[in-house]
Nanobody, 115 residues
Framework: QVQLVESGGGLVQAGGSLRLSCVGSGMSLSINTIGWYRQAPGKQREFVAQIGSAGNINYADSVKGRFTVSRDNTKNTAYLQMISLKPEDTAVYYC?????????WGQGTQVTVSS
């Protein structure tokens, strides 16, 4: 059974940093796409960043230069390092993966950036 568990969210002031973690089980992050979406109150879920199965990395324009996605295959964990946070980054952040074309989601972790 594939499961993803996020952690690391919290309350931070604008300009601050957070690192989100996503621990996978029932699958290997090293050979599957892993990424992050976020959803702010009253808004649709939006793409943030992704590492493809071949190691290719993509970012949303809104986070380029501020967010870094990575993975530690030995820990089967993906990370989203966020710096220079802005109030508009406030959202629930979800990690996801694809296993045999089926998409799986974590439960989400709240990030709140105060101005």
């Amino acid at each position: 059974q594939v499961q993803l568990v996020e952690s690391g969210g919290g309350l931070v002031q604008a300009g601050g940093s957070l690192r989100l973690s996503c621990v996978g089980s029932g699958m290997s992050l090293s050979i599957n796409t892993i990424g992050w979406y976020r959803q702010a109150p009253g808004k649709q879920r939006e793409f943030v960043a992704q590492i493809g199965s071949a190691g290719n990395i993509n970012y949303a324009d809104s986070v380029k230069g501020r967010f870094t996605v990575s993975r530690d295959n030995t820990k089967n964990t993906a990370y989203l390092q966020m710096i220079s946070l802005k109030p508009e980054d406030t959202a629930v952040y979800y990690c996801y993966t694809y296993v045999r074309s089926v998409q799986y989601w974590g439960q989400g972790t709240q990030v709140t950036v105060s101005s």
